[in-house]
Nanobody
């Protein structure tokens, strides 16, 4: 399993922006997908964005489309999530994920990071 380390979470006012980063320890993920999930208190973990590391094809959940942008640095096995126009309902623990994928679907359970908290007030 690959190790994933997230950074960039924090507290921000509604309408503000944050940028999350996720570094993968294993360069085999250059051929697969990385992505972001989030989990708010009392809710299930939900996938919000993912990107194919080779092609750069990106997929978004409707709740973040047009506000969040996922990108990657394949050479560094790093993925980023630029979050703009943040809302209170974006408050959650954000988890980086990496694994095999096909289109906008994960194939099996991805590897997870420890998570980084995002709080929007």
């Amino acid at each position: 399993h690959v190790q994933l380390v997230e950074s960039g979470g924090g507290s921000v006012q509604a309408g503000g922006s944050l940028r999350l980063s996720c570094a993968a320890s294993d360069n085999t993920y250059s051929g697969e997908c990385m992505g972001w999930f989030r989990q708010a208190p009392g809710k299930e973990r939900e996938g919000i964005a993912m990107i194919a590391m080779s092609s750069g094809d990106a997929y978004y959940d409707d709740s973040v489309k047009d506000r969040f942008t996922i990108s990657r640095d394949g050479a560094k096995n790093t993925a980023f999530l630029e979050m703009n126009s943040l809302k209170a309902e974006d408050t959650a623990m954000y988890y980086c994920a990496a694994g095999r994928c096909y289109g906008a679907s994960w194939l099996g359970q991805p590897d997870w990071g420890e998570g980084t908290q995002v709080t929007v007030s």
